[in-house]
C-alpha cells in the first residue's frame, strides 16, 4: 500500500527567501506523485505532477519538484517566496499500475511567509 | 456544474444525531472520492466511486459511515449516530475517469461539528 510522509509540520521563511519543502513517499513501484496547495478560504488546487521521464518538473506559480527514485522523495522548491504563497501544501501517491488506485496524501506542511 | 459541489458548508450536530453531506460532481467526471480532514492528519480517504464499478469503501473508518452515488453523479456520505471525534472538514473531489495520474478537482468542504 502506498503512504506518504511529509516530515515538517510548519515552516516559516521570509519572504523572498528560497524554499523547500520535504516528501517521502513509499510504493513498491514507480508512483504518480503529486503536489497540491489549500490556500486559505480555498479549495485543494494542482501544483504539479510527476509520473514519467523528466524526474524535474515545473508547475504552477513557480513552484518545481523533483522526483529521486533512490531516495524515495518528491521534494517540493520554489527559488523566491512570495507572501502570496503562505497555504498549506500536500503531497499525494497514486499507484502507477492496475488502473485507478486511491490517491494518499501526507498530513500536510503549513508554510508562513514573514514580510 | 462549473466546479464541484458541496453542501452544506456547515452543519453542527449534537453527538448521537444521523447527517448526511452532499456532493455534486463537475458534469461528466465518471470519478468521485471522499475525504476526511482532520487537524493535523492530512487527508484521509474514506471512499471511491468510479462508473458502475463497486465502491471501494476501504477507508470508511466505522461501519456508521456509508456513502451512495445515485445515477453517476451526486453522492451523499451518510454519518449515523454521529461522535465528537467524527468533527472535521469533509472534502469530495471528483476526476474524469478515476485512473492513478487524474488530477482531482475538490470542492470547498463540509465543516462538521459534533457536539
Known amino acids: 500500500a502506498q503512504s506518504v510522509t511529509q516530515p515538517d509540520i510548519h515552516i516559516t521563511v521570509s519572504e523572498g527567501a528560497s524554499l523547500e519543502l520535504r516528501c517521502n513517499y513509499s510504493y513498491g513501484a514507480t508512483p504518480y506523485l503529486f503536489w497540491y496547495v489549500q490556500s486559505p478560504g480555498q479549495g485543494l488546487q494542482l501544483l504539479l505532477k510527476?509520473?514519467?521521464?523528466?524526474?524535474l518538473v515545473q508547475g504552477i506559480k513557480g513552484f518545481e519538484a523533483e522526483f529521486k527514485r533512490s531516495q524515495s522523495s518528491f521534494n517540493l522548491r520554489k527559488p523566491s517566496v512570495h507572501w502570496s504563497d503562505a497555504a498549506e501544501y500536500f503531497c499525494?501517491?497514486?499507484?502507477?499500475?492496475?488502473?485507478?488506485?486511491?490517491?494518499?496524501f501526507g498530513a500536510g506542511t503549513r508554510l508562513a511567509v514573514h514580510p | 456544474g462549473a466546479g464541484v459541489s458541496q453542501s452544506p458548508s456547515n452543519k453542527v450536530t449534537e453527538k448521537g444525531k444521523d447527517v448526511e453531506l452532499r456532493c455534486d460532481p463537475i458534469s461528466g467526471h465518471t470519478a468521485l472520492y471522499w475525504y476526511r480532514q482532520s487537524l493535523g492528519q492530512g487527508l484521509e480517504f474514506l471512499i471511491y466511486f468510479q462508473g458502475n464499478s463497486a465502491p471501494d469503501k476501504s477507508g470508511l473508518p466505522s461501519d456508521r459511515f456509508s456513502a451512495e452515488r445515485t445515477g453517476g453523479s451526486v453522492s451523499t456520505l451518510t454519518i449515523q449516530r454521529t461522535q465528537q471525534e467524527d468533527s472535521a472538514v469533509y472534502l469530495c473531489a471528483s476526476s474524469l475517469e478515476g485512473v492513478g495520474n487524474e488530477k482531482l478537482f475538490f470542492g470547498s468542504g463540509t465543516q462538521l461539528s459534533v457536539l
Open positions: 499525494a501517491v497514486g499507484a502507477a499500475s492496475g488502473g485507478y488506485n486511491k490517491l494518499i
Open positions: 510527476y509520473f514519467s521521464g523528466d524526474t
